[in-house]
């Protein structure tokens, strides 16, 4: 799985407290949720766990962009969570 190779990566140069691997492992559980409720759409306390858990994402992102902007857009481009822009 991708987690492995990413998690070996992350932890070569980071601890697993550091918001890089806070990211990854939110997003990990988010695209398992979603494979979840593809299949059961009434499931709503699983529905209620994602969006917390995108939430808890959003703010680690919003202050990694503050902090600092060139890690946010590499961890960005690795785990492939945004459309890139096309202007």
């Known amino acids: 799985m991708v987690k492995n190779s990413f998690i070996s990566i992350i932890s070569q140069e980071k601890t697993r407290g550091s918001v890089e691997f806070q990211v990854f492992s939110f997003t990990n559980k988010i695209r398992r949720l979603t494979s979840h409720l593809e299949l059961h759409r009434k499931d ?23 902090k600092n902007r060139v890690r946010y857009k590499e961890l960005i481009v690795q785990l492939d969570i945004r459309e890139p822009k096309t202007h």
């Open 44 to 66: 709503y306390l699983s529905q209620r766990g994602l969006r917390k858990i995108l939430g808890k994402r959003q703010r680690l992102l919003a202050y990694l962009s503050k």
